[in-house]
């Protein structure tokens, strides 16, 4: 997934949306596992939902387009200006203005079920997130950076951040705290990253103890930046790959402790089978401790060990 641009339609009147309805083109056809496509009408649902509420979808006779229908001309405009040349598992996705008043379908992805390649019917879905005026101050371009919200408070960070790398690589990620609800910003390493995993992350069940609840995904305003200064909240992160599966945090503070004082560090583990995946993320205040970790340890072998660590950073060199 190599595409990093933004989206981002241009100002084309003739592709501008004149009714609640865009065209999707180009839209990929990538399969998982199992054979089946891995875009379908809840993905253009969760998709155009940052920008509208979505009224209908409908798939059309080629896999690679689709109908999407909003609640308003403003909303289908909105989607159309962000998700215009959205880069998606490599590919370039077009959003234009249809000539459609509406997407009419029906079969078995009317109300009465669900159809993920054909027609479905969204009215009154409880899965609108765009319901009020307020929402337009909430859009966000698509970007490498997101917002993560909805998981239990006390989650831990080290799990959740553990399953987005199933769809990219995290650079950077902070705390971003909005009063009671916990949140964080996680950046990843393209935009066409940040789309794959909003798509398969968003609305994903997150369970702690007795509290059941459902993890939320938007595109940041802004991307995380490289702090300026020692006293600015964000911190830098180093990536350490080429450990045993059978290390854990104990030691990798003994590896990390002569480099400097870490605010953060964790061996990510498999959720399932509490094997370690082969490598930590590792949290500095200062660009000076982070760069003396990766001098220090890329390159270095473990005891016992024939496979060299690799220790890098995005804004450390």
């Known amino acids: 997934m190599g595409a990093g641009g933004m989206g981002g339609g241009e100002a084309d009147p003739k592709r501008q949306a004149t009714t609640p309805v865009v065209l999707f083109n180009n839209l990929p056809t990538v399969t998982d596992t199992q054979g089946q496509r891995v875009i379908t009408t ?6 155009c939902g940052m920008y509208g509420d979505v009224v209908r979808v409908r798939f059309l006779n080629q896999p690679t387009q689709a109908l999407v229908e909003l609640a308003s001309v403003r909303q289908a405009e909105t989607a159309r ?4 040349k959205l880069p998606l598992y490599d590919t370039l996705v077009r959003c234009y203005g249809a ?5 009419v379908g029906g079969g078995k992805g009317g109300k009465g079920g669900y159809d993920p390649y054909g027609f479905y019917e969204y009215t009154g879905s409880k899965l609108h997130r765009f319901n009020n005026p307020k929402s337009y101050d909430n859009i966000a371009s698509p970007k490498p950076s997101l917002i993560v919200w909805g998981h239990p408070d006390g989650y831990p960070e080290a ?4 399953v987005f790398l199933n769809y990219g690589t995290i650079e950077q990620y902070k705390e971003v705290r909005a009063g009671p609800m916990p949140m964080l910003q996680v950046q990843l390493e393209s935009t066409d990253q ?11 069940p997150i369970t702690l103890g ?10 940041a305003k802004e991307n995380l930046h490289a702090p300026a200064a020692d006293h600015e909240v964000a911190m830098f992160n180093v990536m350490l790959k080429g450990l045993p599966e059978d290390f854990t945090n104990e030691e990798l503070y003994e590896v990390i402790a002569p480099f400097g004082n870490p ?7 498999d959720k399932t089978t509490g094997r370690g995946r082969g490598f930590a993320l ?3 205040s200062s660009a000076e401790e982070a760069k003396a970790m990766i001098m220090g340890l890329n390159g270095h072998i473990l005891p016992g060990r024939q496979i060299p660590l690799t220790a890098t950073s995005k804004y450390v060199h």
Request: overall charge neutral.
């Open 194 to 204: 940040a789309a794959v995993t909003l798509l398969n992350l968003h609305d994903l």
């Open 282 to 284: 590792v949290d500095y």
């Open 42 to 47: 809840h993905s253009l649902f969760t998709l």
């Open 210 to 219: 007795d509290r059941h609840q459902n993890l939320r995904l938007n595109f």
């Open 81 to 84: 200006v962000h998700l215009d």
């Open 263 to 269: 605010k953060r560090y964790t061996v990510w583990k």
């Open 99 to 103: 000539t459609n008043d509406r997407v």
């Open 159 to 162: 799990d959740l951040l553990a």
